[in-house]
């Protein structure tokens, strides 16, 4: 009866020390608002807001920019550029092979580059988004030299990069805002296509250039917007734009000359406005 009775006692304390002891620890992953337990993935990084305001209409460009690149002075004789160690080179040219870093005749510039380095205020790309265009800029080499000396395109617009020259060149884009690459073309009709997903331009342009040939070089520009032109032979340069207060700037490669200072212009719809630079030797 003693044994059974102390059982008994045993059993009920028991059950009053589970009832009243500790809460049971609360679950390891904390609750979510919804009341179900939270997600502990690693959260995904918010999405990369897109730069440029509205899209571009380029049926609004209905302005335009324009002018004349102009040397005032006595410009630098152009050099000769020695290719005899190239057979194949010498082959191509009867006359001497003069250098393109300075180019002007009649006092008109060739192979400057001008374009609009903000718009109201603002950079270009940060008013607007440009799509890029389909159609292909080319540069081609042509008697050991590219042809053009002066590449200027926008972000993602392809350049096709093709041979001329019946033996081997290699192209070699040189690092910058853009990945280098140094691939070879064998013989004349091969082609290659690049795309460029940074702006390099201006000062922070990139060189081309022929590892096989070491005078063979060229500029490479990328615009992150299609305000921009490279002056022709007669110095002479034209682009559209929509209504606006631009400021233009110039660029030359060469360091022996200068280059004046940008230029504010505004333009309404369906003005054209010159904006001429001289260009002086230093």
Known sequence: MVTRLFALLSLLAMVALTGCGDSAPPPSTPPSSSGGPAKTDTP??????ASGG????AAKATGTIKGVASFEGTAPKAKEIDISSSADCK?????????????VKDGKVQNAVVYVKSVDGGNPEDKWSF???ATEVKIDQVGCRYEPHI??????????ITTSDDFPHNIHKLAGENAEFNES??????KATKKFSNAEFGDKS??????????????LHVFPHPFFAVTKADGTYEFKVPAGEYEVVVWHESDKVAVPAAQKVKVGDGESKEVNFAIKAK
């Open 54 to 57: 509205a899209a571009y209409d």
């Open 185 to 190: 073309q064998q013989k004349a009709g091969m």
């Open 44 to 49: 995904k990084a918010a999405p990369k807001k």
């Open 131 to 133: 799509e890029a265009p």
């Open 151 to 160: 590449v200027a395109l926008q972000v993602d617009q392809p350049l096709l």
């Open 91 to 103: 082959a191509k040219h009867t006359e001497p092979m003069l250098k393109e870093d300075v180019l």
């Open 206 to 219: 990139a060189k081309i250039v022929c590892n096989i040939h070491n005078w063979m070089s060229a500029s």
